[in-house]
């Protein structure tokens, strides 16, 4: 079954899906008393790429975008086809080259308990930054992907794979049969992220700020590691931590350790 078609707003997001995927735009909408240059630009992008641009009002724009900031730009799109479950994701990456495979190993975020669109969204963004695979989360303890998503992810939501499984347990046993290291995080755990070597293929799993990692995800993950704190706040949001871990296995695959 087609999947029903989807609203995206704002310059990032409809400018993403207009580079990427052009056909899949199916009406564009404007607001025509936006004259300025990133407007025109924008514009000159939709006219080449062959979309049809509609102009309306200030009121159809809000409405369409669920009085979400779309800048002027609101887009209703079909889906573009990513990666849909966790076996696509594996088979396309174990499927790659193996020289591609050294150079560039599996790197998979898991998200147990982020439920706040805006926090997803920024998830998305830092993920897509670091070259992250796939981004995997639970049915029952998640955002789905929505315009809110879309707009905060400023066009990573149509590039970064994102997979809603079943049992998030059993999806990280799923990822260690695949040869995957499975790491999550702890403010009690013994070691720091900096002490980890990050370059083969690895799955980092996060939880929200507060609740952290369920007990079961937690034992279900090969090793723990903390992210040092050494300020005042006891805690990090759960993009902000994302990219503070992610951008390490990035360091380390670009400049390994001696």
């Known amino acids: 079954m087609a999947s029903e078609p989807r609203v995206l707003y704002g310059f990032h997001a409809v400018g993403v899906r207009l580079k990427m995927a052009p056909a899949s735009i199916l009406e564009l909408y404007v607001d025509p008393t936006r004259r300025d240059a990133r407007m025109k630009q924008f514009l000159a992008r939709a006219h080449e790429a062959g979309v ?31 990666a849909r479950t966790l076996d ?5 990456l174990q499927a790659r080259p193996e020289a591609e495979r050294r150079a560039d190993p599996a790197l998979l ?11 997803l969204g920024a ?14 989360a639970p049915k029952d303890r998640a955002c789905g992907l ?22 998030l347990a059993r999806t990280l046993q799923s990822l260690k049969d695949r040869g995957l290291w499975v790491v999550g995080t702890s403010d009690a755990a013994p070691r720091t992220l900096y002490e980890l070597d990050w370059r083969g293929p690895v799955a980092l799993v996060m939880g929200a700020e507060g609740s ?3 007990q079961l995800v937690r034992r279900s993950c090969d090793e723990l590691v903390a992210i040092p ?3 005042a706040v006891e805690s990090l949001n759960v ?3 994302s990219a503070v871990c992610l951008y390490e296995a990035v360091r380390q695959r670009l400049h390994p350790l001696r």
């Open 146 to 167: 929505n315009a809110t998503v879309a707009k905060v992810a400023s066009g990573a939501a149509e590039t970064v794979p994102y997979v809603m499984v079943t049992n």
């Open 88 to 92: 696509d994701v594996l088979d396309q």
């Open 123 to 136: 998830c998305l963004r830092v993920a897509d930054a670091a070259g992250v695979h796939a981004v995997i």
């Open 239 to 241: 993009s902000v931590a």
């Open 52 to 82: 049809r641009v509609m102009e309306v009002d200030g009121a159809r724009l809000a409405g369409l975008a669920g009085g979400g900031h779309h800048q002027g730009v609101v887009a209703r799109v079909s889906a573009v086809e990513l």
């Open 229 to 231: 704190m050494r300020g």
């Open 212 to 214: 952290g990692l369920r």
């Open 109 to 119: 975020l898991v998200l147990d308990g982020v439920t706040d669109p805006h926090n």
